[in-house]
């Protein structure tokens, strides 16, 4: 239940803040704070004031080249951060949350752990889990290779699914080279289109997933077929790995920047390229 008066005096604090920022980019952050009223995740419990509210809170700064020190340029998101917190408002990072389109309700976009599932779908518009439509959304995941299911909340099996009996792991752990690609491509030269994937377990370094096809298409799929016609990856990923880590440069080379060596454990290849400290601190520095 949302806290009306918190709410209230948490908008009073934001705008009180926008007139004390100091820069434009202070003022931005200030308009960039997102409040919403509850979870829509699982596993987390709204807090008792009713208000959750997520933006960059670090103080705003940037990089020196020349002295290579950073300097701190607006402490304004830090300070509201504080002033928000005293009154009871729940604090989140807006890198990590978004608000669901449909119920107004915070969903987690980045991982907290190793297991962790999306609980949202952001396709058209980012709904959570808990105000998709079942039918329609298992419908779009139909004969999608990359794309799968990760709500626990929807039974496939209760929306006319039924699951192949076979697990499927991809991974690096060897022998985890199950290729949703090579699955897809399978099924539709057995004549299935109304095939879905759906993550079961996510590891630090694996997932596990399972194929749903509707009942109407059952008969025309088996575990012996698939395998026949081919499901793994060309390379296992434990492989490739391997051989894009013996080919990464270990050298950094010359140059100004931070040297970013990034793996394809899909090619077995590895990129090497230069980002600034400002890039590296954005955390751009792993963008493509
Ligand atoms: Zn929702």
């Not at 308009?31 to 997520?54: K, N, Q």
């Not at 630090?204 to 509707?214: C, K, N, P, R, V």
């Not at 970013?260 to 980002?275: C, Q, R």
Request: proline letters at 3%; a negative charge.
């Amino acid at each position: 239940m949302t806290n009306t008066n918190t709410f209230e005096r948490a908008l009073r604090l934001i705008k009180a803040a926008h007139v004390a920022a100091k820069t434009i980019d202070g003022k931005g952050r200030c308009d960039d704070v997102t409040l919403c009223t509850g979870y829509a995740e699982p596993g987390y419990t709204d807090p008792d004031s009713g208000v959750i509210a997520f933006c960059n809170w670090n103080t705003i700064s940037s990089y020196n080249n020349a002295t290579q020190k950073r300097v701190d340029v607006d402490d304004i998101p830090n300070r509201l951060c504080a002033a928000l917190e005293k009154i009871g408002v729940e604090i989140e990072w807006s890198d990590e949350w978004a608000v669901c389109e449909g119920c107004q309700k915070a969903v987690r976009t980045q991982a907290d752990s190793y297991g962790w599932k999306r609980s949202y779908t952001d396709d058209d518009c980012l709904v959570c889990r808990d105000c998709v439509d079942p039918v329609a959304f298992l419908e779009e995941l139909e004969g999608e290779e990359n794309k799968a299911l990760t709500f626990d909340n929807i039974d496939p099996a209760e929306h006319g699914y039924k699951k192949l009996e076979e697990e499927f792991q991809h991974g690096l752990y060897g022998g985890q080279d199950a290729s949703p690609k090579k699955i897809a491509k399978a099924c539709r030269k057995l004549g299935c289109t109304r095939f879905l994937f759906v993550i079961d377990d996510v590891g630090q370094f694996d997932l596990s997933f399972a194929l749903w096809i509707h009942e109407s298409e059952y008969d025309k799929v088996t575990a012996a077929k698939l395998d026949a016609l081919g499901t793994k990856t060309d390379i296992d990923p434990a492989d490739a790995l391997k051989i894009a880590l013996q080919n990464a440069p270990v050298a950094t080379g010359g140059g100004d920047g931070i040297t970013v060596t990034t793996i394809d454990v899909s090619t077995g290849t590895s990129t090497v390229k230069k980002v600034t400290a400002q890039e590296f601190i954005e955390g751009t520095a792993f963008k493509r």
